[in-house]
């Protein structure tokens, strides 16, 4: 018997059957996000707001948990992927990808605003909740100098490096230079490992002998040196090497 139905309408068969649009109202991701409290939402449909539409064969939702499985469903590997790696996702173009990236920098500014509301370091902790959300995404080394003043409060902080992290590419004059000029008598410095591996490294070390020795001729103190991995910090300080 021949079967009359064309391999077109089948497809938009199979199209319709998979769109959000035919779900049942409660169950479609921006009804649910109106209805019902945001946190019912789980992080594939979130996204699948931020992309609005799926491909030929899965709907946004669908589409959103392929790239929440990629990365294990952790929100700080999906933040480490670039515009180009998104794209590799069928149905995941340049608009899509840089919603994407907008909403998770969006979330990574609001955590630091939280923590420099509190203004005030008192542990290796603070320092570590106030650099996270900086550097935890990053695939590359960068190198920050915090400045407080006599309280342990925070004036400001400074990228000094990007890139590779090494004894050269540390200015220490630039260092006291910044810190001199905020009046500030007690500094900072933390740095991130892409690896994830939070352990110093000789030159970690070597370079923060170099920071406190110089600081100590200009009567400012070297708080700590935090290394941040994706999820735990090191600390120099509560370490005792330091």
Sequence with gaps: MKNNISPKRVVKEDSARLSIKSWSPEDRPREK??????SFLSDAEL???LIRSGNRSESAVELSKKILESVDHKLNSLGKLSINDLQ?????????????????ELGKRRSIEEVVEKQKVTCSFDIFEFY??????????????????????????????HGGISETSIDVRLILKNALERF???????????????KPSNEDIKITKKIKDACLLMDITLLDHIIVGDNSYYSFADEGIL
């Design 33 to 38: 996000f109106i209805s019902k409290d945001i």
């Design 47 to 49: 996204v699948s707001i």
């Design 88 to 104: 590799k996702f069928k149905g995941i173009g340049e608009t899509k990808a840089i919603s994407i990236k907008a909403a998770l």
């Design 132 to 161: 996270k959300s900086k550097l935890r995404d990053l695939n590359h080394d960068e190198f920050w100098v915090m400045f407080l003043n006599h309280g342990h409060k925070i004036i400001n902080d400074q990228r000094l490096s």
């Design 184 to 198: 500030s008598t007690t500094i900072v410095v933390c740095h991130n490992h892409p690896s994830g591996n939070i």
